[in-house]
């Protein structure tokens, strides 16, 4: 069997702690990995190893640091497919989902290879006479990175380059269900010529975390995953005096008016909703339908949610893949198998399906419900998987009402031909992302990705301005030199004397 051990100081280390975690094939439920959990012990070793590499790395020029985040994106460039093949043989989405993974995190890596523009200070002469006041952004020194299952390579590299670009040393704690693409990272990292100690990985569970959080050698928290937990990291990091930034779970609405292409529409709630085994903080989980055009929509989205192509993720005819674990395809069934005792209209039903040859594998089918009520659980919850829900409102004011009473304010879409509906509703709705016709509005790498209320606590977002912002903290300096002709007797700075 397979085993995954930690990556600290440049080279692999083997777990001690004595403890193993499981990794699955999805597809076939077979345990095919074991990883190490990291003990107390090993928490220490990866900070003590990022604090260690601190004492140069953030002081290097930052030519040196671009240099080697050149090479780095060269080496992921090339290693794409071995990065999507350990996505899908972990995670289970379909091979060109897991493609489109590691093409989201090359776009922070570009980002971070243009870290000497982002860093530019600046600077005000002669505020008062013969003094100069000038801002500039430091690294904080070693960071913490807790990552989630979903995403396995695209959400640490939203992290990690970007953290090391500004100088600063980083541990990598990703998810145990599928920890490979992590280590792999990692090593073309220490390829690129990344010093050792920069970038550690290490693998755990609640004690890896908790010891990240409260380890007094970490300056700084990043952490993406569900709501409960984003809330505890955020608490528990910053009574620790660190600097944190939370991205939590979501509930994405996407409002759509009598006046848009329903076809359109239709084709962005299947993508959206079932893309990545709906697997993702940024899928589109409810639709609210203009009771108008309610009817006409269901359909449209019904008719090509049942021509989806369910199936192993390294099969090229697969368009969506398993679930996770077994244990998270039973909780995202048990929505659907409820719905229909909490007043919805069950027009799809993925509860049953299987795979021949592969009937031990987790898998789903994708599920739509009509009539949903905003007191259901399939409404209130973040299911986390292929489910879809309708919710039917009279007006554009009744669809927005509905969105911003939502804790959840991570992604929201609206599809309209109106150009002012969609001007106010950018204004209106209450989401750190907006789409307008475009149903995942997640910000390309120069701009930053996060939500509002229940769905993000700190107040970074990540990537774009806010990442560099979050990694660097900014110190002003005022200076005041006398005047070069006012120099002590029998220095002679060839500067004629003030009489």
């Known amino acids: 069997m397979k085993t995954v051990n930690h990556w600290i100081g440049g080279k692999a280390v083997d777990g001690t702690s004595g403890n193993w975690g499981p990794v699955t094939d999805p597809a076939t439920g077979a345990v095919t990995t074991q990883v190490a959990?990291?003990?107390?012990?090993?928490?220490?070793?990866?900070?003590?190893?990022?604090?260690?590499?601190?004492?140069?790395?953030?002081?290097?020029?930052?030519?040196?640091?671009?240099?080697?985040?050149?090479?780095?994106r060269a080496?992921?460039?090339?290693?794409?497919?071995?990065?999507?093949?350990?996505?899908?043989?972990?995670?289970?989405?379909?091979?060109?989902?897991?493609?489109?993974?590691?093409?989201?995190?090359?776009?922070?890596?570009?980002?971070?290879?243009g870290i000497t523009t982002q860093l530019k200070g600046e600077l005000s002469t002669q505020v008062s006479s013969r003094v100069d006041v000038s801002s500039i952004r430091q690294s904080i020194g070693v960071v913490a990175g807790i990552t989630p299952f979903n995403f396995p390579a695209m959400v640490p590299m939203w992290m990690f380059p970007l953290a090391i670009a500004c100088g600063n040393?980083?541990?990598?704690?990703?998810?145990?269900?599928?920890?490979?693409?992590?280590?792999l990272l990692a090593e073309l990292a220490t390829e690129a010529g990344l010093p050792d100690g920069v970038l550690n990985v290490l693998h755990g569970d609640k004690v890896a975390v908790e010891g990240l959080l409260s380890h007094p050698d970490v300056a700084a928290v990043s952490f993406v995953g569900s709501t409960p937990i984003a809330r505890h990291i955020h608490a528990t990091a910053t009574a620790h005096g660190k600097r944190v930034q939370a991205l939590g779970g979501a509930k994405n609405h996407m409002l759509v008016l009598p006046d848009a292409d329903l076809d359109a529409a239709a084709d962005a709630a299947v993508s959206a909703a079932y893309g990545s085994a709906g697997e993702r903080c940024m899928a589109i989980s409810a639709v609210l339908a203009v009771s108008s055009v309610a009817d006409e929509l269901v359909a449209k989205i019904r008719e090509r949610a049942e021509k989806i192509t369910i199936g192993p993720g390294n099969d090229p005819s697969s368009e969506m893949g398993p679930l996770i674990t077994k244990a998270h395809r039973d909780k995202v069934a048990s929505y659907v198998t409820g719905a229909a005792a909490q007043g919805a209209e069950v027009v799809l039903d993925g509860t049953g399906f299987t795979v021949e040859g592969h009937e031990d594998g987790h898998w789903i089918g994708l599920s739509?419900?009509?009539?949903?009520?905003?007191?259901s659980d399939a409404y209130r919850d973040e299911i986390f998987g292929p489910v879809l829900c309708v919710l039917r409102v009279d007006t554009y004011e009744e669809g927005v009402a509905l969105m911003n009473a939502s804790p959840f304010g991570n992604g929201t879409a609206i599809f309209t031909r109106d150009g002012g509906a969609a001007r106010r509703f950018q204004l209106e709705v209450e989401a750190g992302m907006v789409g307008v016709n475009v149903p995942i509005p997640v910000p390309v790498g120069y701009h930053s990705?996060?939500?509002?209320?229940?769905?993000?606590?700190?107040?970074?977002?990540?990537?774009?301005?806010?990442?560099?912002?979050?990694?660097?903290?900014?110190?002003?300096?005022?200076?005041?030199?006398?005047?070069?002709?006012?120099a002590?007797?029998?220095?002679?700075?060839?500067?004629?004397?003030?009489?």
């Not at 769905?455 to 903290?473: K, M």
């Open 37 to 72: 959990l990291a003990s107390a012990a090993e928490v220490d070793a990866a900070v003590a190893s990022a604090k260690a590499a601190y004492a140069t790395w953030g002081t290097s020029s930052l030519s040196a640091r671009t240099t080697v985040l050149f090479r780095y």
């Open 368 to 375: 739509l419900l009509d009539r949903v009520s905003t007191d």
């Open 488 to 499: 002590p007797a029998g220095v002679d700075l060839g500067f004629p004397r003030n009489h």
């Open 449 to 486: 990705f996060g939500g509002w209320k229940d769905s993000l606590f700190g107040d970074h977002h990540i990537y774009g301005n806010d990442g560099v912002h979050f990694y660097t903290r900014g110190k002003v300096v005022t200076t005041r030199w006398p005047d070069p002709a006012d």
């Open 75 to 113: 080496l992921l460039d090339a290693h794409r497919d071995e990065i999507a093949a350990l996505i899908t043989a972990e995670h289970g989405k379909v091979h060109s989902d897991a493609l489109g993974e590691v093409a989201r995190g090359l776009e922070i890596v570009e980002l971070a290879c």
């Open 169 to 183: 040393t980083f541990v990598l704690k990703p998810s145990e269900k599928d920890p490979s693409a992590a280590n």
